[in-house]
């Protein structure tokens, strides 16, 4: 079930960039990256095993702010230079498992405190597991955005027709930028929970994620073209891909 949130939560992105007619390949990386960087941070900033709570949360936090900044630099690349958004997410996924490899000098990297299992493992509510708690909460805030707010459907309005969606008004591509920025925060998150479960980061995991995120996200309803999708068939893609 744990891995199910993983998938789950990275499509949660992944539904907002396919709905906007682009597609994200780079999640997996990201993933490997984001945990990577959340153990590294850990082990040489935090103290390693004797790292405090606080740097635990710091060093995750830090992690998926930079997937989140990755996201955001694929989301310029689209935007502004026009490139497809399949040839810039793969090479950024190209480029998330060098920094990842980079960083972790192809090693894993286990200095890790038990406590930072406790958002991959722990289960305080009714021992429904922190990970699948973390999932249902993301899943009704992205639910709650893309089906009652202004956001939501300017995001629906960029995949069904940009040009008429720019004509408009919709800052299209303030809204395509958001959206990748945010497929590599998710992207982020499932590095964080995954390098939480394993009490260790290593630039191998993630590999092939990306395509268990957009058959989640196809499954659950959302067209390849753009303009169409469900948040809550997302999850229901991902829990039929699990």
Same mark, same amino acid.
């Given at each position: 079930s744990n891995q199910i949130a993983v998938i789950a939560i990275m499509a949660i992105g992944m539904t907002m960039v396919i709905i906007t007619g682009g597609?994200? +390949?780079?999640?997996?990386? #990201? +993933?490997?990256?984001? @945990?990577?960087?959340?153990?590294? !941070?850990?082990q040489e900033v935090g103290g390693g095993v004797e790292a405090s709570?606080? @740097?635990?949360?710091?060093?995750?936090l830090a992690a998926i702010t930079a997937c989140?900044?990755?996201g955001a630099f694929s989301g310029t690349m689209i935007t502004v230079f026009s490139i497809p958004?399949?040839?810039?997410? #793969?090479?950024?996924? !190209?480029?998330?498992?060098?920094?990842a490899y980079i960083?972790?000098?192809?090693q894993s990297i286990y200095e890790i405190?038990?406590?930072?299992?406790?958002l991959g493992h722990g289960s305080d509510a009714f021992s429904i597991p922190n990970?699948?708690? !973390?999932?249902?909460? #993301?899943? +009704?805030?992205?639910?709650?955005?893309?089906?009652?707010?202004? #956001?939501?459907?300017?995001?629906?309005?960029?995949?069904?027709?940009?040009?008429?969606?720019? +004509?408009?008004?919709?800052?299209?591509?303030?809204i395509l930028l958001l959206v990748y920025a945010l497929s590599g925060v998710f992207?982020?998150?499932?590095?964080?929970?995954?390098?939480?479960?394993?009490?260790s980061g290593s630039p191998t995991y993630g590999l092939m994620f990306e395509l268990y995120v957009i058959a989640a996200v196809v499954v659950g309803g959302t067209s390849l073209s753009g303009g169409s999708g469900k948040i809550l068939g997302t999850l229901i893609g991902a829990f039929i891909i699990a």
């Open positions: 597609i994200d +390949l780079s999640v997996g990386s #990201l +993933l490997a990256f984001s @945990a990577v960087i959340a153990a590294w !941070l850990i709570g606080a @740097a635990m949360f710091l060093s995750s989140g900044m990755i958004p399949f040839i810039v997410t #793969l090479s950024m996924m !190209l480029v998330g498992s060098g920094f960083i972790a000098q192809g405190p038990e406590q930072y299992k406790w990970a699948s708690v !973390l999932m249902i909460g #993301l899943y +009704l805030l992205a639910h709650f955005v893309m089906s009652r707010t202004a #956001l939501g459907r300017r995001i629906y309005a960029v995949g069904g027709n940009p040009e008429a969606a720019r +004509l408009s008004g919709v800052p299209v591509k303030k992207a982020g998150i499932g590095g964080v929970i995954t390098a939480s479960q394993l009490q």
